[in-house]
């Protein structure tokens, strides 16, 4: 995913861009002018190295180019700034540590002075570019640096923004949320008010229906000896 960076951003990284490429250019330039002026002069090891750091620059140059047309990716421009430094640092390291053994093949004392000035220059001028590429990588290991911690900043916010609309208000505690958990004691009292209930109506229902048959049993002891006398009253004549 491409990320945007503030214009004062991309304008110094091309800027820096810019400048990186120019000095590569440059520094490939004097390399062929070196080479060339004094390609008789130098042994065969200080001519192969030269050539060596001719074409690094060269592709180091053509590289930054490349960079400024690209669009700005962070970790990609760190990679390949990265790759550039080492490449840099090595050639650098190895004209360093050949410098004491290089000579030159000249017995003019004049020709001899300018060829070793050269040489001492391409060593001073190979850490130059080096020293460039790294602050250049420092500037951006800054941004990535910036950039993480403002993310950590805001995924803090943003838990203690959902923990703060999540916590339930104390200063109504009588007042609760839809959905909130009864508490236990409550629910068990609730429950047991239900069943005393339940069992005082149940109760209530069985004693009227006991009095209500005792009612009916009186009134059939009641009626009972009225149908007896009835029963037992003699007939009349006629009926004979």
Known sequence: MHVQFSP????????????????????TVLLCVALFCQWGTLYRSERSLMFVMLVTHTLGAIMLLVLLILPFRLWLDAARIMF??????????????????????????????????????????SWFLPVLLLVYESGLAAIIWRRRISIEEKSTNGVDEEASMGQAPTSHPETKPVGEAI??????????????????VSGNSRHSRSTKKSSIGEETIQTSPAVAARLMKPLSAFHF
């Not at 991309?10 to 120019?22: E, G, P």
């Not at 550039?84 to 290089?102: C, E, S």
């Open 8 to 27: 004062i951003i991309s304008r110094v990284r091309a800027i820096s861009l810019c400048c990186l490429a120019l000095v590569e250019l440059l520094w």
């Open 84 to 125: 550039l430094l080492v490449v840099h640092l090595g050639t650098a390291i190895a004209w360093a540590y050949w410098y004491p053994r290089f000579e030159c093949f000249t017995q003019n004392p004049d020709q001899d002075g300018v060829c070793r000035v050269i040489i001492a220059y391409v060593l001073i001028a």
């Open 183 to 200: 508490p236990e004691s409550i629910a068990y009292a609730r429950r047991t008010s239900n069943l005393d209930h339940f069992s005082n």
